[in-house]
């Protein structure tokens, strides 16, 4: 057994780290936090200083049973997790459960895992930093009284299920803030003056005004008196001008370029860039420090100079600016410049570049640019035209990266031709086109990240996470939308000749942008009205300074927690047993059959359209909202269509076939068949011969393409690609087989393989008991019996397990039948019965 244990967070980054180490060092993971707080109770004591209960869940179990079992037989124990405020965290839990002798453990950090880092940091210990566990414990503590005391409230006042968390909240807040601003934005036309002109050796190039024009009429007049004009250089100014590199990359940073330039969602970036550290090939990702350390900065130099020569060199050290940055960390940098791509996974290698081009331009020389503006006049009006150019004299950073930007309206500025003050400039046309003032942009998740920081919200740690969980919790959802067509006009005059032609463009594309559910929008609305200083901006970026003082140990991390309970606590029960149903119901207007009122409004299974009210004697009527339809923008003539459904289309063979709405969207149904309409279709649109369309598209698929055993075979598409059905298995078929021309021996080879598959995946078959193991994803595996399915962690050696230990694992995880409502009802009239009769015969 070796002398030395060291205990990290992840298996990938033990498995970098053992290459560093010798033979005295065993290298183990937790696998993450061993303890956390319990997830059916508040497991905060609030009457005595807000003491945390952690306990250790049962999947981590046999992890700390192991790293118990190896940590007594090491003489010293290096806790060696991440140098942020969670890795403390799990440090001193490791610490706690573990009972390690104070004497004999050690705690280690580093920001990059190489093995000179590693080495250095052994060589240089400390023990476990109790203020930084504070800031964390205060983090952990105050988002579950938040979510714990809030969510029961929205499920009482709102909607079964619904959540409420401090940063997820604030982050819902923001994106229907911005949505209502797009709702209730007017657009407003004007006229965008455009010319081309030449110059005396016949070179083109563009030139705008600098001013538009409100109406038609005003544009049409500016292009007339152009006619026959005389245009010349009135003023030519050229100045350098010099671009710097933007800074290396935080957090926040990384995640809006990887996004603007790889397509990138800030989760996925985050798991390609964890994944780029555990591998010891770039520094911490989670980070708001812009610096770099000097021997960083001699490594990009060194590089710079070998690969670019020393006019590309220019070291610098940056500031950071976002709100209660911490800069303990360093920026994210690859361990080794010299080392301009890496031979990893598609998606890591182009994230990896990206970090390389970044650092490595930071430390390079400014671009030198020379800038020229033209001003154009002409002889029959006072306004002048203006174009600007701008030459690269010399590139600089520029050579490796050029940062990106999420304006849409930003035109580069291109080359202009060689002019003189004075000279004469032939017009090659002008035009007038109109253009429409746009609403502000929904926010994509890399905005939304941006505003985060801007506001002070949340820590390089909680930014993927949070846009997880709202959309995962259906508060937020990423449209889809193309967008749609507008017509507009365009005047072009050529020479003498004006016409005018009318085009159209798309507008309103919500691709990729977080669009608030109608859920999302009633939960803010509700938190808002009741919680306003929970959900205030300033309110959430102070206690984030809370934190920030508490990990300095100026700040009392139980008094914190004091202060923001005491006055917290009392509007929860006052909202709790006062406020009114929140359903986000709005009036539409009147019946014209019973004269009762049309209303919108969240239900039971999501938003709808009532007419009457439950205090009717008659039951209200119901009907889903369709595609693209919110409780905000839909009108009276929209919800009243509604009631047309399920509406009748027509007969095909011998069967109704009917149109309507469900829980999952628009149906035809044919039969007992029910056929999906497809994404954004309207159903009071979808015409006989649309349905017949759909249906026979329907049993097209499900017709059998082959019988095996005596048992018929399917083909389809679905989420993960083509495959077959047969015998209830579905099959996916990869790319090594033609899937629109699949043989009979494809076919059978297909169903052999994927038998072979199943069987080889169970691992212990109890038939009798009707009980299974089998392999799993990820290296887990599963204990089935019946519908119970129960993962177990990757620690659980399932080749090992008993029947014996299966049924315990089983009586253990598996969910308890409830007593139903109707035992209980007749529990309380037997209770009941028994007291009348009593009474009676007193």
């Known amino acids: 057994m070796a002398k030395n244990l060291v205990i990290v967070e992840s298996p990938a980054k033990a498995k970098t780290i053992e290459k560093f180490l010798g033979k005295e060092y065993t290298v183990a993971s937790s696998f993450g936090h061993i303890a956390d707080l319990p997830s059916k109770e508040l497991g905060v004591d609030v009457e005595n200083g807000f003491k945390p209960n952690y306990i250790v869940s049962s999947d981590k179990k046999d992890v700390v049973k192991k790293l118990k079992s190896l940590s007594k037989k090491a003489e010293m124990v290096w806790l060696a997790s991440d140098e942020d405020r969670e890795g403390e965290a799990i440090a001193w839990h490791l610490a706690e459960e573990l009972e390690l002798d104070k004497d004999k453990t050690r705690r280690i950090v580093f920001h990059e895992i190489t093995k000179k880092a590693i080495l250095k940091a052994i060589e240089s210990p400390r023990s476990i930093d109790y203020n930084l566990v504070n800031a964390q414990q205060a983090r952990r503590v105050l988002d579950r009284l938040v979510g714990y005391e809030l969510s029961p409230v929205l499920w009482r006042k709102v909607k079964g299920g619904l959540s409420a968390g401090r940063v997820q909240s604030v982050s819902v807040r923001l994106i229907v803030e911005r949505e209502r601003e797009i709702l209730n934005f007017k657009s407003v036309p004007s006229y965008r003056i455009d010319a081309e002109f030449a110059n005396e050796k016949g070179k083109s190039f563009k030139a705008k005004l600098p001013k538009n024009f409100s109406t038609k009429a005003e544009a049409e007049a500016f292009l007339k008196k152009s006619m026959g004009a005389i245009f010349k250089v009135a003023d030519l100014t050229t100045k350098p001008a010099k671009k710097s590199p933007a800074p290396p990359f935080t957090t926040s940073t990384l995640q809006q370029e990887a996004s603007r330039k ?19 090939l770039i520094t911490y990702m989670r980070t708001d420090s812009v610096n770099l350390s000097t021997e960083a900065q001699n490594g990009a130099k060194a590089e710079i ?41 598609y998606d890591q290698q182009r994230l990896y570049e990206l970090i390389w081009k970044r650092a490595i331009a930071s430390q390079m020389s400014d671009a030198k640019l020379e800038r020229t503006n033209v001003k154009i006049e002409a002889n029959t009006y ?5 174009a600007n150019g701008e030459v690269i004299k010399f590139e600089g950073f520029l050579k490796v990266y050029l940062e990106g930007t999420d304006d849409e309206d930003e035109e580069q500025e291109g080359i202009l031709p060689a002019m003189k003050k004075a000279e004469n400039l032939f017009n090659n046309y002008i035009s007038a086109t109109e253009r ?9 998740e890399a905005a939304l990240v941006k505003k985060l920081e801007e506001l002070g919200i949340g820590r ?6 949070t846009i997880s969980t709202i959309q995962n919790r259906k508060y937020v959802d990423k449209g889809a939308t193309e967008g749609e067509e507008r017509s507009y006009i365009q005047m072009i005059l050529t020479g003498d000749d004006l016409k005018e032609n009318k085009l159209t463009e798309k507008v309103g594309s919500d691709k990729g942008k977080l669009i608030p559910t109608d859920v999302g929008m009633v939960v803010n609305d509700f938190l808002v009205n009741h919680f306003s200083s929970v959900l205030d901006y300033n309110f959430t970026a102070k206690v984030e300074q809370d934190f920030d003082e508490i990990a300095e140990g100026s700040e009392d991390w139980s008094q914190v927690m004091k202060g923001f309970y005491d006055e917290f606590h009392p509007k929860v029960i006052d909202v709790a047993e006062n406020a009114e149903r ?16 049309v209303s919108v409004r969240l239900g039971k299974f999501g938003p709808m359209v009532q007419i009457g009210s439950v205090e009717d004697e008659e039951k209200p009527k119901f009907a889903s909202l369709g595609p693209g339809q919110t409780l905000a923008n839909i009108t009276y003539e929209e919800a009243m269509d509604l009631f047309q459904l399920p509406k009748e289309l027509g007969v095909y063979k011998g069967e109704t076939v009917v149109v309507s709405n469900g829980r999952f969207g628009p149906y035809v149904r044919f039969g007992e068949k029910f056929v999906s309409l497809d994404k954004g279709e309207d159903p009071l649109g979808t015409s006989l011969e649309r349905a017949i369309e759909l249906i026979d598209a329907k049993e097209k698929a499900d017709a059998p393409i082959y019988t095996y055993e005596d048992l018929p075979v399917q083909k389809g598409t679905g989420r993960f690609g083509p495959f077959i059905k047969w015998k209830g298995m579905f099959i996916n078929v990869n790319k090594k087989y033609d899937f629109d021309n699949l043989s009979d021996e494809d076919i059978i ?24 193991v089998e392999k799993a994803r990820w290296g887990r595996s599963n204990v089935i019996k019946g519908k119970i399915k129960i993962e177990l962690p990757k620690t659980v050696d399932a080749t090992k397990l008993t029947l014996e230990k299966v049924q315990a694992i089983i009586e253990k995880n598996a969910p308890k039948k409830k007593a139903t409502a109707k035992k209980k009802t007749t529990a309380k009239k037997k209770t009941a019965t028994k007291k009348k009769t009593t009474a009676k015969k007193k």
């Open 305 to 345: 100079l070998s690969a670019y020569g020393e006019e590309y060199s220019h070291q610098r050290q940056y500031k950071g600016k976002a709100k209660g940055a911490q800069e303990a960390h360093e920026a994210i940098r690859p361990t080794d410049f010299s080392n301009h791509t890496v031979n990893v996974e």
């Open 582 to 597: 929140e359903v986000g119901e709005r009036i539409l207007g009147e019946d014209p059959e019973s004269g009762k009122p």
């Open 262 to 280: 790889l397509y990138f969602s800030v989760s996925k970036t985050m798991t390609m860039a964890q994944r780029l550290y555990e591998a010891g």
């Open 749 to 772: 080879q297909l169903i052999e393989d994927k038998k072979q598959k199943e069987i080889d995946k169970v691992l212990h078959n109890w038939e009798e008991e009707g009980i299974r």
């Open 382 to 386: 006072k306004e002048q035209f203006t």
């Open 436 to 444: 429409f003032t746009r609403p502000p942009s929904r926010y994509s």
């Open 460 to 465: 390089p740690s909680t930014y993927a996470p």
